[in-house]
């Protein structure tokens, strides 16, 4: 049941739902929330959990697209709903979200020129000696320019790690703890993890233009605000990681080199990849959001089955 629920406090999802219905942080939503829009092989950027049946049986699978919600019923999974991102409902709190569109021209206020948004750890591998190797890589590419690296947290709280991007010349960014430091206490506040989403997009805003050394959620947010935004794979990102136990994610890090560049393009295509912001790349991104999906206060509060009272809230005193 750990595994199950623990999805809905990544990146302060479930905290960014319960604003916009404008409830309390001791409602618990009993069912799996979609953390991210990462490659699936043969859905593309639309994943859904396969959950096991026990747990389907009686629980929902909350996914962004409308894409999501259909290629899993195509396999069988009837538990699964498409409710848009986590991402759309704060950019429809703080009035940047509306009528199916996002409106960052006023929003938009740069200060720095580039935001460099790595390929991050997890608890399955982690920075090694050739770490610097990599950042080293990344200036090369980007030459002389006024950039910023933002950091996941894993990252963030190594002050080798730090050190690296900071000696080359780079800002240094953080959105918080993506989840509770101790993975026991899931709901914890240490760390900013309810604004991590918030926070995120404060970074984003703040540049020109984002570079991603992998096809990762934020990539689609950037293009979603309008933000020049590239894809370029990291070719030093397998070697400047180590792996610590054979869990969760480490296949995918042996194979780095020669697959993630093709599945990026296989995924998004090459104009996704590409810096240059269209029409057509905010659409595709809108619509890895689930744009269509998104529901208002009252259907939401229908969909979602919540229980109060059980999540603790932290003191005001």
């Not at 430091?181 to 926070?199: I, M, Q, S």
Request: glycine fraction near 8%.
């Amino acid at each position: 049941m750990y595994w199950f629920f623990r999805e809905q406090f990544r990146f302060g999802h479930r905290e960014v739902l319960l604003d916009y219905l404008g409830l309390d942080y001791s409602h618990l939503i009993e069912g799996f929330l979609q953390h991210g829009a990462h490659p699936h092989s043969r859905v593309g950027f639309w994943p859904y959990q396969e959950l096991p049946r026990s747990f389907s049986r009686f629980y929902s699978s909350f996914v962004w697209s409308e894409q999501a919600e259909l290629s899993a019923q195509d396999d069988g999974h009837q538990h699964v709903k498409a409710i848009g991102a986590p991402w759309l409902y704060l950019l429809s709190d703080l009035g940047y979200f509306s009528d199916g569109k996002i409106n960052a021209t006023n929003i938009h206020k740069p200060v720095h020129d580039l935001l460099i948004v790595p390929a991050h750890g997890s608890g399955h591998y982690f920075a090694n000696s050739h770490y610097g190797n990599m950042v080293e890589g990344v200036r090369n590419r980007i030459g002389d320019v006024d950039a910023s690296v933002l950091l996941y947290y894993t990252e963030f709280c190594d002050p080798d790690v730090r050190r690296e991007w900071s000696s080359k010349g780079f800002a240094l960014e953080c959105s918080g703890f993506a989840w509770g430091a101790e993975h026991r206490t899931l709901w914890t506040y240490n760390g900013g993890r309810p604004d991590f989403l918030k926070n995120t997009m404060k970074v984003l805003l703040q540049h020109r233009e984002v570079i991603c050394t992998s096809p990762t959620t934020l990539a689609i947010y950037s293009s979603s605000l309008g933000i020049p935004t590239s894809i370029l794979i990291d070719p030093e990102f397998s070697q400047a990681m180590g792996i610590v136990n054979e869990g969760k994610g480490v296949d995918r890090l042996r194979n780095y080199d020669s697959k993630i560049g093709e599945l990026s393009k296989k995924l998004l295509g090459e104009s996704f990849a590409a810096r240059e912001i269209t029409e057509s790349k905010i659409r595709l991104s809108l619509k890895y959001l689930g744009v269509e999906s998104f529901q208002t206060q009252e259907s939401l509060r229908t969909i979602l089955p919540l229980t109060s009272g059980v999540i603790p809230i932290p003191s005001q005193e």
